[in-house]
């Protein structure tokens, strides 16, 4: 009888590579309850706030584009371990930065850092999870984020009333979970796919019977061996059919998933909450409830990715929230953007995208690439979501105020429903399929350019 799926540890693995994800939400989020603080200390305008939010995603940009580069080279685990090592240093970095200017380069040099694990961790978790669990072990990481947000909120709300330095504190706390990665990624092995790679066979071999078992292991083993066969220079792979066209739908999902709105609502909830009449005071613990309904909401997506597939959750997210934004349009419209109304519907936003477009996104856009190229096809999704990003927080205080509360909520209404529809359109289902064979999708749309994915 075969040994059974050994469960805890696989849990190890992807709970030690999600913990990135937490520092990855900690470091988005954090500056959300300092925004105001950091507003009055260095006299912002609504660009100069852009900036200062949005600094760290650009740095993002290089540091997805540079672990894409290096991960195919030395390896998931070594680049976390100094990833981990980078959030530590900027935390404080940040925290003791004299000038404007220089708090602007550490946030920049910190997003190098989210960058880099926004790639890496997923790419871990999908390379050390059986396919039967492998989006469960995936919803981790969304879990990992949305705790470091919801971290992160109640350190700014704890350290408002700290004086005039409250801000620093704020994002010093950072150094914590930063240092508790380090010791865990420190402790986990290299991926299966990795090792096979670069030679190790008989460690990747040891691996895998450890998680699963002996028979489950050869099959893997021969699986990636057979996928890691064939060598060609590195564009010539990622334009071959197979790749190409999951590039195209990653490259798309990447954009969508932040024109759409999500890290507008993450970073500038306490402004949008201040904009419809809240105090201070009341932002920051409307905000807290952000971050709980976060969590909960990432919650019930561990149980049902696994069964209900990918696909059918990130439709149903996106439908959902683009009704919430059309309900905070028509409230605009109507002239009653304040109070609860804008709280509840602001909660169901984040509640469908928490449970649904999240976590399949980050469980998704691993699985579609073949084991061979995975490292570089990851990073043209991966630096596109965080251009887009960059591109939306920096932006959206300026749109908010200056170009109109209507137009810009009605833009983001319109981007989540593009995706919905892009994603009944285009994206494949990848629930239980083993990730050696999920290239063939591609390869057969070719054949069949204009039937909607199954």
């Not at 994800?21 to 305008?45: E, K, M, N, Q, Y």
């Not at 984020?145 to 704020?170: E, F, H, K, P, Q």
């Not at 420190?186 to 998680?211: M, W, Y």
């Not at 976060?294 to 997210?317: C, E, H, M, Q």
């Amino acid at each position: 009888m075969p040994k059974p799926l050994n469960l805890r540890y696989v849990i190890f693995l992807a709970c030690t590579a999600a913990l990135g994800g937490l520092l990855f939400g900690f470091d988005v989020a954090i500056i959300t309850g300092a925004g105001p603080f950091l507003t009055r200390h260095f006299a912002l305008s609504d660009i100069s706030l852009g900036w200062a939010f949005s600094s760290l995603l650009f740095g993002c940009v290089l540091g997805s584009f540079a672990a894409g580069r290096l991960t195919d080279r030395l390896g998931r685990k070594r680049m976390l371990v100094w990833v981990a090592v980078l959030f530590a240093l900027t935390s404080v970095a940040t925290a003791v930065a004299p000038s404007f200017t220089l708090f602007i380069c550490a946030r920049f040099v910190g997003g190098i850092a989210v960058g880099g694990v926004s790639l890496l961790s997923p790419m871990y978790v999908s390379e050390v999870s059986p396919p039967s669990i492998r989006g469960r072990m995936g919803t981790f990481y969304q879990m990992s984020i949305v705790t470091g947000i919801l971290i992160s909120y109640c350190c700014n709300y704890l350290l408002r009333n700290t004086g005039d330095a409250n801000w620093r504190w704020m994002f010093l706390t950072g150094a914590v979970p930063s240092l508790l990665f380090l010791v865990l990624i420190s402790l986990a092995p290299e991926t299966p796919r990795f090792l096979v790679r670069i030679g190790k066979t008989r460690e990747a071999f040891d691996l895998l019977e450890r998680i699963e078992n002996d028979e489950t292991a050869r099959k893997e083993i021969a699986a990636i061996t057979e996928a890691l066969k064939e060598t060609r220079p590195a564009l010539e792979n990622l334009m071959r059919p197979g790749v190409r066209r999951a590039l195209i739908a990653s490259a798309c999902l990447a954009i969508l998933i932040h024109v759409s709105g999500i890290n507008t609502i993450i970073d500038y909830a306490p402004a949008i909450f201040i904009s419809a009449g809240w105090k201070v005071d009341a932002a920051l613990v409307s905000t807290f409830l952000v971050g709980v309904i976060n969590v909960l909401s990432t919650l019930v997506a561990f149980w049902v990715i696994d069964r209900y597939g990918r696909k059918p959750l990130y439709i149903t997210g996106s439908l959902g929230m683009t009704l919430a934004l059309a309900g905070l349009l028509a409230a605009v419209l109507a002239g009653h953007f304040h109070g609860a109304l804008v709280l509840v519907l602001i909660l169901l936003y984040l509640a469908f995208f928490s449970s649904c477009v999240g976590p399949v996104f980050w469980t998704l856009v691993p699985e579609i690439f073949p084991s061979d190229v995975r490292g570089a096809a990851m990073t043209v999704p991966v630096l596109l979501q965080w251009v887009a990003n960059a591109v939306v927080v920096l932006l959206f205080p300026y749109a908010f105020h200056v170009i109109g509360k209507a137009v810009t909520l009605g833009f983001l209404a319109l981007m989540a429903l593009t995706q919905a529809w892009f994603t009944w359109r285009f994206v494949p289902e990848t629930k239980n399929k083993p990730l050696e064979e999920i290239e063939q999708y591609w390869v057969a749309r070719k054949a069949n350019p204009v039937r909607p994915s199954a």
